[in-house]
């Protein structure tokens, strides 16, 4: 279950009730942002106010030690990544239970890269002995890079398991067994995906990233960074089309509008069809 962010504080939403509520059930928990907060409450922190509101504002994230867990959910993710922030409230670090591992904390510039002795604020969390983890900052947000967002996501659903043994929530999912050798034959993961395709258009050059993406139609202003992720995304979009996860015919009108500008795909497409046209276009064109 999603503890989702929002206004106000936990308490207005009655978020202790509904941890203990899945805790009982035995149902895996992620937070992002009040959800976040709501865990830190819950399980025994405080909460403090922010001298200044972090609504809508990048920030650099640095991953601690806790944090390049290979089973975590910023597993995969780079040390340090620049994310979105909505928020005023935040878990006071030397508050949080000793039942709750500090996974990631923010970085203002002139803060060295020692893991754990940054002085920042509690970017992300997870429980010791339960499925449950959280991030203070927005995954989803266009301000976050969509790779490391969506690898976040994945790994929170892949990760954030109870054993089948398990009974009332008492006991720590089971470790990933990365050497099983029954699972080589497994289908890859979405993060696996992702971090395949972007290997493959960080090695290419600069030069490179703009000619395929003028080649596709798309939009080739930004950073190498910003090239490479709109390639990605482009990849991963077509991957959804072929796989049948995405069918653009089904698409209304706003989500093919909301798709292309998703895309960064140039030119004009006034009505439901020509939307479709070019979209199909562009994503039927192969690496």
């Known amino acids: 279950v999603v503890l989702s962010p929002g206004p106000g504080n936990p308490d207005d939403f009655n978020l202790s009730t509904e941890i203990d509520l899945l805790i009982r059930h035995s149902i895996p928990g992620f937070g992002v942002c009040l959800g976040l907060q709501g865990m830190v409450q819950h399980f025994g922190g405080e909460l403090g106010v922010l001298d200044y509101p972090m609504h809508g504002k990048p920030s650099l994230v640095k991953l601690t030690a806790a944090g390049k867990s290979e089973d975590g959910i910023f597993a995969g993710v780079p040390d340090t990544i620049e994310v979105a922030r909505y928020h ?6 030397d508050r949080i239970p000793d039942c709750l591992e500090i996974t990631a904390l923010s970085m203002e510039e002139g803060d060295d890269d020692d893991d754990d002795n ?7 969390i997870r429980h010791k002995t339960l ?3 959280a991030v203070q900052f927005h995954p989803e ?13 994945n790994n929170a659903l ?3 398991k109870y054993d089948d043994a398990n009974e009332g929530g008492t006991k720590r999912p089971a470790e990933r067994q990365h050497n099983d050798s029954s699972d080589s ?12 395709a972007t290997e493959e258009f960080e090695n290419r050059s600069v030069a490179q990233l703009k000619d395929r993406l003028k080649t596709l139609g798309l939009g080739c202003g930004g950073s190498k960074i910003d090239l490479v992720t709109k390639l990605t995304l482009w990849k991963n979009t077509c991957d959804e089309v072929r796989s049948g996860e995405l069918d653009v015919d ?9 798709l292309k500008r998703a895309l ?3 030119g004009t497409a006034s009505n439901k069809t020509m939307l479709r046209s070019v979209l199909k276009e562009c994503l039927g064109v192969g690496v």
């Open 250 to 258: 089904e698409l209304s009108v706003a989500e093919l509008k909301e």
């Open 88 to 93: 005023s409230l935040y878990g006071i670090r």
């Open 185 to 196: 034959n497994a289908p890859a993961s979405t993060a696996t995906i992702i971090a395949s």
């Open 118 to 124: 940054n002085d920042g604020v509690v970017m992300g």
């Open 141 to 153: 947000s266009i301000l976050t890079s969509p790779v490391h967002g969506k690898r976040i996501l």
């Open 131 to 133: 499925p449950f983890a």
């Open 264 to 266: 960064g795909l140039k």
């Open 158 to 160: 892949t990760f954030l």
